[in-house]
Every structure is written in structure tokens, then in C-alpha cells.
């Protein structure tokens, strides 16, 4: 899920259960920074105690494809 006009969405991985809340300055890239739905990506992340209900938080991200 990814929620563009606010910049920031959750990403599914099976290191972080119940997704890992992401943010776009988060994200590698130069200029506006968005990630498509689907996309790969190569993802760092911490545990906190709660992120918008979320255990995880990213901390890079970055997109490999569609």
C-alpha cells in the first residue's frame, strides 16, 4: 500500500510482520520520491514500538522494478 499524496505507505516483507511503515524521504532517489504497488524493493528497517500501528520502520528503501 502506498499512499502518494501523503508520502508514505507500508511494505510487505517476511522479516517484518504485519508490514513496515515507510516514509519518502526514506526512499533512494533524487526529486519526488514514490514507490509503485507490486514493486520490488531492497528494504532496511527498525523495530520501534508503534508507527502509525506499525512494529517496523523503515529506514531505506530502495525500488528495483514494477
Known amino acids: ?3 502518494a499524496e ?3 505507505g507500508v ?3 517476511a522479516q517484518t510482520p504485519g508490514g513496515c511503515w515507510a516514509f519518502y524521504s526514506e526512499i533512494v532517489g533524487e526529486g519526488f520520491r ?3 504497488v507490486g514493486a520490488t524493493v531492497t528494504l532496511d ?3 520501534v514500538t508503534d508507527q502509525d500501528g506499525y512494529r ?3 529506514t531505506r528503501v530502495e525500488q528495483h522494478g514494477s
Do not use: K
Request: charged share 20%; net charge negative; glycine share 6%.
Open 45 to 47: 528497517w527498525e523495530q
Open 34 to 36: 514514490t514507490l509503485i
Open 11 to 13: 511494505i510487505d516483507s
Open 56 to 58: 517496523y520502520r523503515a
Open 6 to 8: 501523503e508520502g508514505w
Open 1 to 3: 500500500m502506498w499512499n
